[in-house]
């Protein structure tokens, strides 16, 4: 989730965090005036007087009271909740909602289940669900009918009619009940979600530079610094200890010292040599007479070739 507000702290009374600071209980727990006695009886379980998140304002009688919050406590976020409904209800956006609202107030933690219809969740689960966000449920079918009838088994007593109520919410509406700051389960109130400040997906070129340049480290990594790495360094050191070094030419060969002998005449003089000289010369000598005897002997006898 991409928040392009996010670089900055929101101020205290940033709409993201709903406070009724130094406020007396009783004094913050009036609701407003034009509001019905049920209704006004619903508002009454809401005004925390610790942080909380907004989660939008309250529904009665097909009117949205912007001025009676629906809201959960902080320190409640800790434990587990539920984002119920059909498909297309909009339970994508409570997450979004609450999760902005957490970075900005750096909790990093809270655990959601998001599905189509409480049956969904294992009851050893939601027997341990504290917050629960409750969109539309749609009774198209005799099981679907049995499942919301289960769903509002599940609700504490309302001065709604619920198995009317979860079939009317439209896109973005929803029942809510939350644990209040003493851990007890608020009253269920039917609610008009706030929209997200945040955008779920890539963000485009315009809001990325502006958020980029509204940032306060921008002037320090703004400009791209190449530096020269060690690598460069390394062979620039290398090339500069090749360029200095003097340039030699073939060594010329050593004449033999005086009283110093040679290869060659080390080998002439050796015994091996001598012994190995002799027998060519022997072999040769008998070579040699061979020949010329067998020449003579053919002159003499007149045998000789032609």
């Avoid at 996010?6 to 709409?15: E, V």
């Avoid at 130094?22 to 006004?40: H, R, V």
């Avoid at 994508?92 to 289940?113: C, D, M, W």
């Avoid at 029942?175 to 929209?195: D, F, I, K, Q, W």
């Amino acid at each position: 989730m991409t928040d392009p507000q996010a670089q900055t702290a929101p101020p205290a009374d940033s709409p993201a965090v709903s406070r009724v600071p130094d406020a007396p209980s009783d004094a913050s727990a009036t609701p407003p005036a034009d509001l019905p006695g049920p209704a006004a009886g619903i508002v009454a379980g809401y005004p925390f007087t610790g942080p909380a998140l907004d989660l939008g304002a309250l529904l009665w009688d097909g009117t949205c009271h912007a001025g009676a919050q629906i809201r959960i406590p902080l320190g409640m976020l800790n434990r587990h909740g539920l984002v119920a409904g059909a498909t297309g209800t909009g339970k994508t956006k409570p997450l979004q909602l609450i999760a902005e609202q957490l970075s900005a107030n750096g909790v990093p933690v809270g655990i959601f289940f998001v599905t189509q219809s409480p049956k969904d969740v294992p009851s050893d689960v939601l027997a341990q669900l504290g917050n629960r966000i409750q969109h539309a449920l749609r009774a198209f079918t005799p099981e679907d009918a049995k499942a919301l009838k289960a769903t509002v088994s599940t609700f504490p007593n309302s001065a709604y009619d619920l198995g009317e109520l979860l079939t009317a919410l439209g896109t973005g509406e929803a029942v809510v009940t939350v644990l209040s700051e003493n851990g007890a389960p608020t009253p269920v109130a039917a609610t008009r979600l706030r929209a997200p400040q945040s955008l779920m997906g890539p963000i485009d070129a315009a809001a990325l530079d502006t958020a980029v340049k509204a940032s306060p480290l921008y002037s320090r990594y703004a400009q791209a610094i190449d530096r020269e790495s060690a690598y460069e360094k390394l062979n620039a050191d290398a090339a500069a200890e090749a360029a200095s070094a003097p340039v030699s030419g073939p060594e010329p060969a050593k004449a033999p010292a005086k009283g110093e002998t040679s290869v060659v005449e080390q080998v002439v003089g050796s015994g091996v040599f001598k012994s190995l000289a002799r027998s060519l010369a022997r072999s040769l000598a008998r070579s040699l007479g061979t020949q010329l005897g067998r020449e003579i002997s053919r002159s003499l006898f007149g045998t000789r070739k032609r």
